[in-house]
Nanobody, 130 residues
Framework: QMQLVESGGGSVQSGESLTLSCVAS????????VGWFRQAPGKEREAVSC????????YYVDAAEGRFTISRDISKNTFYLQMSSLKVEDTAVYYC???????????????????????RGQGTLVTVSS
């Protein structure tokens, strides 16, 4: 059974950067699709970015495109979300996810319901102030 633990959240000013990490334990991330979701106060959870397990291709939602970068280090069993030019509207709890049965990034981020993704972290809070 895989466990995911996020870290790196915190409070920053608008325009600053932050990098989130998600460390997996219990199983290797090799060939797993991985991703980041977020839930802002009073809003539904939404996808941010995902990486396909087979091809390593990344998918970004429009709000993340050009500002966020998802990456993974299989040797460390860890994946990351580098966030730059942060905006107040990026304030949310960020959750990492992993699923070996999902092969494509877009499938994970767009098609699969969050609650059906096999492994999910507990979340890390990012607060962006103006």
């Amino acid at each position: 059974q895989m466990q995911l633990v996020e870290s790196g959240g915190g409070s920053v000013q608008s325009g600053e950067s932050l990098t989130l990490s998600c460390v997996a334990s219990g199983s290797s991330l090799n060939f797993y699709s991985v991703g980041w979701f977020r839930q802002a106060p009073g809003k539904e959870r939404e996808a941010v970015s995902c990486i396909g397990g087979r091809d390593g291709a990344a998918y970004y939602v429009d709000a993340a495109e050009g500002r966020f970068t998802i990456s993974r280090d299989i040797s460390k069993n860890t994946f990351y979300l580098q966030m730059s030019s942060l905006k107040v509207e990026d304030t949310a709890v960020y959750y990492c996810v992993a699923d070996g049965a999902v092969t494509r990034a877009r499938e994970m981020c767009v098609t699969m319901p969050y609650n059906l993704l096999k492994f999910r972290g507990q979340g890390t809070l990012v607060t962006v102030s103006s």
